[in-house]
C-alpha cells in the first residue's frame, strides 16, 4: 500500500479558511494515489480557544497546582477537537475520513505525563481504516498508557506522532506542513534574508531542532532517520517545494553545499546560567537535578564551580531543590543561546574565533560558549539574541 503520511501544525488548521487549504494538500495527495493519513495539531497558537496553551492556562486558573495527569487530560482535548473537524470537512468535500485519538492510532506510552516516552505503536487500526477507503484523522502529540490513561508526547509532539506512524505505516515519506515554506537558514520571524534550505541531513536538522528552532521536533527527526524515511517540510500555504530531509550522502550532493560552513542558525530564548558555587556532594546535586527532569545545557565543570543553564520554566522548581540541599549558587537570567550549525565545522580551525569577533564587534557580550562536532552555541543577553543571530547569519554568508 503506498502510504504518505501529512501532518498540519496549530497555523495551518487555525481557521476554517486554513483548514480547507490543507485538506486541499490531502485532497492532492490522494489524487496522486496515496492513501494518506492525516495528523493534526489543536487548532491555532496561544489564545486561540482549543489551542494547546490556551487549555493550559484555562486549567491552570482554577488549579493552583495542576497534577500533571489532569494537564495531560485537557491538552488531548485540543487535538482531538482539531481531528473531528478535519475529518468533517474531508467529509464534505466528498471523501470519506475518520478522526482517531493517538489510543485509537495505537500509540501505546508509559505513563510519564507531559513527555511520554512510546513504547509501542500499533498501526493495525489505521490499516484497517485505510482498507475500507477511509482517510484516518490522528489527533496528534498524545498517547495511551496501557492502563488506558492519556497522555502527551511533549510540546510540539505532533511532529513525533506523524514520524512514529510514518515508520510503523512503512510510509513513502512523511510530510510536514507548517506556516513557513521549510527549513531556512534562520528563523525567518528574526531574520528577513533567511532563505530555505532545499536539502538538509537528519543529522544537522536534529541539530537545529536541538538547539531551539522549533520548526520541526527532535523527536520526530531521531525517528524518522532510525526508520530511515524522508521528512518533508511544507507551507500549507503555498506550493513551494519545501525541505527534504535525508541522510547525509543524499542530502549533500551538490558542490556548492558541501562548500558552505554553516547551514544555519538557532536560538533557545528563556535561558538562566547557574553557577554552583560549593564543591561538596557535587554528583549527588546533579543526580538530584536529573530525579527532578529538569534539563540542564552548556554544562562547563570548573574544580571550584560548576556553570550551566536551565529553562527559565525549571527556575523555581530548581531554587526549591538548592534551598532543600543547602547549595550556595549564584544566578543570572534573561539570557539566549544562539547556535551555529553546520556539519562542516568539525576539525575547521577559527571557526569560534569568527563567532567571538564578529559578536564583540557589536558589543554583544557572551556570557558562555560550549562546541560539539557540527554547533558552536554562545549564551548572550535575551535582549540581544536576535541581532546576535542577524549578526552570525552575516558573518557566514547565509
Ligand atoms: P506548527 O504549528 O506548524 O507545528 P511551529 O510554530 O511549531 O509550527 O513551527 C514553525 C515555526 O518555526 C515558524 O513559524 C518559524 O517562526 C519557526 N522557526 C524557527 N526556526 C526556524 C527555521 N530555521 N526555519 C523555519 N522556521 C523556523
Ligand atoms: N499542540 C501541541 C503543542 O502546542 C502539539 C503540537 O502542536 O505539535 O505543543
Ligand atoms: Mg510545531
Redesign the pocket.
Known amino acids: 500500500m503506498k502510504i504518505l503520511v501529512q501532518k498540519f501544525?496549530?497555523?495551518?488548521v487555525s481557521s476554517e479558511e486554513k483548514r480547507e487549504k490543507a485538506v486541499s494538500k490531502v485532497i492532492e495527495a490522494v489524487k496522486n494515489g496515496y492513501n494518506v493519513v492525516v495528523v493534526v495539531?489543536a487548532m491555532g497558537r496561544n489564545g486561540d480557544p482549543y489551542a494547546t496553551d490556551t487549555l493550559i492556562n484555562m486549567a491552570k486558573s482554577i488549579y493552583s497546582d495542576i497534577p500533571k495527569r489532569e494537564l495531560d487530560l485537557i491538552m488531548n482535548c485540543g487535538e482531538i477537537i482539531s481531528s473531528v473537524l478535519f475529518a468533517a470537512t474531508l467529509s464534505n468535500k466528498g471523501y470519506k475520513a475518520k478522526a482517531l485519538t493517538g489510543g485509537q492510532a495505537g500509540i501505546i506510552t508509559d505513563d510519564n505525563f507531559g513527555n511520554a516516552e512510546v513504547i509501542n505503536v500499533d498501526p493495525s487500526r489505521i490499516l484497517e481504516v485505510l482498507r475500507e477507503g477511509i482517510i484516518p484523522v490522528v489527533a496528534g502529540f498524545q498517547g495511551i498508557t496501557q492502563k488506558g490513561e492519556l497522555t502527551t508526547l511533549g510540546r510540539?509532539g505532533?511532529?513525533t506522532t506523524a514520524a512514529l506512524l510514518g515508520v510503523a505505516l512503512k510510509a513513502e515519506a512523511v510530510e510536514i506542513y507548517?506556516?513557513?515554506d521549510?527549513?531556512?537558514?534562520?528563523?525567518?520571524?528574526i531574520v528577513s534574508t533567511?532563505h530555505i534550505i532545499d536539502k538538509i541531513s537528519y543529522n544537522e536538522v536534529f541539530q537545529?531542532a536541538e538547539q531551539g528552532?522549533?520548526?520541526v521536533h527532535p523527536r520526530a527527526v531521531e525517528i524518522a532517520m532510525r526508520g530511515n524515511i524522508p521528512l518533508i517540510i511544507k507551507n500549507t500555504m503555498s506550493d513551494s517545494g519545501g525541505t527534504i530531509i535525508t541522510n547525509y550522502s543524499d542530502a549533500y550532493d551538490s558542490i556548492y553545499e558541501v562548500d558552505k560552513l554553516v547551514t544555519?542558525i538557532?536560538n533557545m530564548n528563556n535561558r538562566v546560567q547557574i553557577t554552583i558555587e560549593s564543591t561538596e556532594n557535587v554528583q549527588d546535586i546533579f543526580e538530584k537535578i536529573g530525579e527532578e527532569k529538569i534539563s540542564i545545557d552548556l554544562i562547563s565543570i570548573f574544580p571550584d564551580k560548576q556553570v550551566f543553564t536551565i529553562s527559565e520554566a525549571d527556575f523555581e522548581k530548581l531554587r526549591r531543590l538548592f534551598e532543600k540541599y543547602g547549595v550556595k549558587y549564584s544566578y543570572r537570567t534573561n539570557c539566549a543561546k544562539v547556535s551555529i550549525i553546520g556539519n562542516r565545522i568539525r576539525g575547521v580551525p577559527g571557526v569560534m574565533a569568527r563567532v567571538i569577533k564578529a559578536l564583540s564587534k557589536r558589543n554583544i557580550e557572551i556570557y558562555q560558549t560550549a562546541d560539539s562536532h557540527n554547533t558552536i552555541s554562545c549564551l548572550v543577553s535575551q535582549d540581544k539574541v536576535e541581532e546576535a543571530i542577524r549578526v552570525l547569519h552575516d558573518e557566514f554568508s547565509l
Open positions: 501544525g496549530g497555523t495551518s495539531s510540539g505532533s511532529d507548517t506556516d513557513v521549510g527549513i531556512m537558514t534562520a528563523d525567518p520571524r533567511a537545529f528552532a522549533k520548526v544555519g538557532a
